[in-house]
């Protein structure tokens, strides 16, 4: 297969100028367009001048059957191009199934650079970028949700706008002065980015209705709320270990920088 292989394609995540000369090049040559929606992607085509010559769909439902279609036909010597709604292939895409297919089989995988919510996100939070995350969707469940938010480090993740205001809810519940920025149909018309504190931002959400896609840049966690957390933790050992409450915070005071005040009063929280 001298020039079989695999085109991973990334495509605007709103505003359709933002598609490559590239990728409208290999959209053009490719023998096979392997799309999330072939609806939206012939939206793409169309708006570009392009005539594709094969479209199939690929998406999360039928990936596992439609992956060995894609290996079989680069293995036959031809170019398949691997295409998502929007953004990058396999980034809370599908397309994981069947770049793995093709590596295993030997197929030539290329991927071609271009849009990405999550990067464009990061830039105009005007947050720290360094270290950051990216956690996909967040999870629904309470428990899972708080551990996902109370990361240390910078945190990129796409949210449900239904549920959003209730996600910062639980952010500013959390850290109300974390750093947060939502950002709403980034490149598109009504493109919107807020800023501000979680507890600022999740007021603003309240009783309003969020429409559109959302991602949500979360900043890094003041090292010092760490602090105090291991600090509660090991006050807490100590008394349990039969210590006294106010000596006690009195000592991981001084030896941890955090007020004995608060230590003594985290006893008390429920």
């Known amino acids: 297969m001298p020039d079989g292989r695999l085109v991973v394609c990334p495509t605007p995540i709103g505003n359709l100028e933002d598609v490559t000369l590239r990728v409208l090049a290999t959209l053009a040559e490719a023998d096979l367009l392997a799309c999330e929606d072939t609806r939206h992607t012939r939206v793409l085509l169309e708006r570009h001048g392009v005539h ?100 240390a480090e910078t945190t990129i993740a796409f949210e449900s706008p239904r549920r959003v205001a209730a996600t910062l809810d639980v952010l500013a519940a959390l850290d109300a002065d974390r750093p947060v920025a939502l950002c709403r149909e980034l490149t598109k018309v009504h493109e919107e980015v807020l800023r501000g504190r979680a507890e600022e931002v999740a007021a603003r959400l309240r009783g309003s209705e969020v429409r559109g896609e959302v991602v949500l840049v979360i900043g890094a966690a003041d090292a010092r709320a760490g602090d105090e957390a291991t600090a509660e933790r090991a006050l807490r050992r100590l008394v349990d270990a039969g210590a006294r409450a106010r000596p006690a915070a009195g000592v991981l005071a001084e030896l941890t920088g955090v007020s004995a005040n ?9």
Not at 109 to 135: D, I
Not at 262 to 270: E, G, M, N, V
């Open 52 to 151: 594709a010559r094969e479209l199939i769909s690929l998406h999360e439902h039928n990936e596992r059957e439609r992956a060995p279609v894609v290996v079989a036909r680069a293995i036959a010597g031809e170019v398949v191009a691997l295409v998502s709604d929007a953004g990058m292939p396999l980034v809370s895409d599908p397309g994981y199934a069947t770049v793995r297919a093709c590596l295993a089989a030997g197929v030539r995988v290329e991927v071609l650079p271009g849009p990405s919510a999550v990067v464009t996100a990061l830039v105009v939070s005007g947050l720290g970028s360094e270290p950051w995350r990216f956690v996909g969707f967040l999870p629904r469940r309470r428990g899972e949700l708080q551990r996902a938010l109370a990361a």
């Open 262 to 270: 608060a230590l003594y009063r985290s006893l008390t929280r429920d």
